[in-house]
């Protein structure tokens, strides 16, 4: 497979990235996805077994210095951390949690929702590698000042957070290609090998993926879950929450009472409080509610619209390898 400047920077075999998914890519996933040549990423909930410990910043600390010597005991390759900086208690939790992973000797940093100028010195100077995820050109451009070491496209398609502005893959990859020096990694709708040689076509120089790698054996999302994913179809996910912050899920209760809401007016305040409670998770919130619990009626089952593609669980290394086969037969049909 081609190697572009991405596999340099990361030291890694593929130009593929196994992307952050909240509490279920743990050191496991993680170190079998860098075992076979791509990089994995521990999540920012890895480790964490119940809710309460997700929020207790001792606990969240532990968590994160476990699964990053969990990971070195089971890879001696490259790795990532991801840090949704957010704001408020999640910017403190973060801030807290790359001191600990730069203790642990983090190589590589995917830093998502927040400035790139935050932390991306701070990371330089632990001599740690900063992966930085954008939505738009202008976004890309900002964290290239900063000084990040590569950029991802978070296109439309993609499962859990997207941009406002709502372009997909193949419009976004292209135009950041254009507009940044920097390596590109395509995210968002890439599920098998087509896929990672048309991100390249675009100009990507690695891809990132999230969908395709829960379901896996090594991923600890509920079985539920996981089944939910390789049953969906084409049409089973849908973007909703334009008022509070858009995201990609598998459509359910949850979409659609928060889709009525929307329609019919609700506030922010309202649909906020809607999207942290409600009597039919078990006091769970939504995202662990889905991804931990199982509870895909009623929690918010983060999904990629390419789960139509994928209908079968298979181990980490197997995604890598069908990656790596299927790439030269793909290129060998265009010719
Ligand atoms: C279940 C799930 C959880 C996610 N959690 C996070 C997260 O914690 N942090 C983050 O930066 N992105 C998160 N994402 C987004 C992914 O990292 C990635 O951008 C996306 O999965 C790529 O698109 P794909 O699903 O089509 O492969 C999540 C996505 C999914 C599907």
Known sequence: MKQTRLCQLLGIEYPIIQAPMAWITCAELAAAVSNAGGLGTLGPEAGAKTQEEAKDLDIVERCLREQIRKVKTLTDKPFAVNFPIGWGKQKIFNERRITVAIEEGMPIA?????????????????????????????????????????????????????????????????????AVEIPVI???????????????????????????FLATYECNAHPTMKQAVIQAGDTSTIAFGRRTGISRCLKNAYTARHMEMEASGATFDELREYERSGDDLGGWRRIPAALVDGNITHGSAACGAIAGMINEIISAGEVIRRMVEGYEAVLAKLR
């Open 110 to 178: 995917i830093v998502s929702m927040g400035s790139p100028e935050l932390f991306t010195q701070k990371l330089h100077d632990a001599g740690i590698k900063v992966i930085h995820i954008v939505v738009s050109v202008e976004q890309a451009r900002k964290a290239e000042k900063a000084g990040v070491d590569a950029i991802v496209c978070i296109g439309y398609e993609a499962g859990g957070h997207i941009g406002a502005d709502e372009l997909p893959t193949f419009v976004l990859v292209p135009q950041v290609v254009d």
């Open 186 to 212: 395509a995210a968002g709708g890439i599920a098998d090998a087509r896929g990672l040689v048309a991100a390249l076509a675009l100009g990507a120089e690695g891809i990132y993926m999230g969908t395709r």
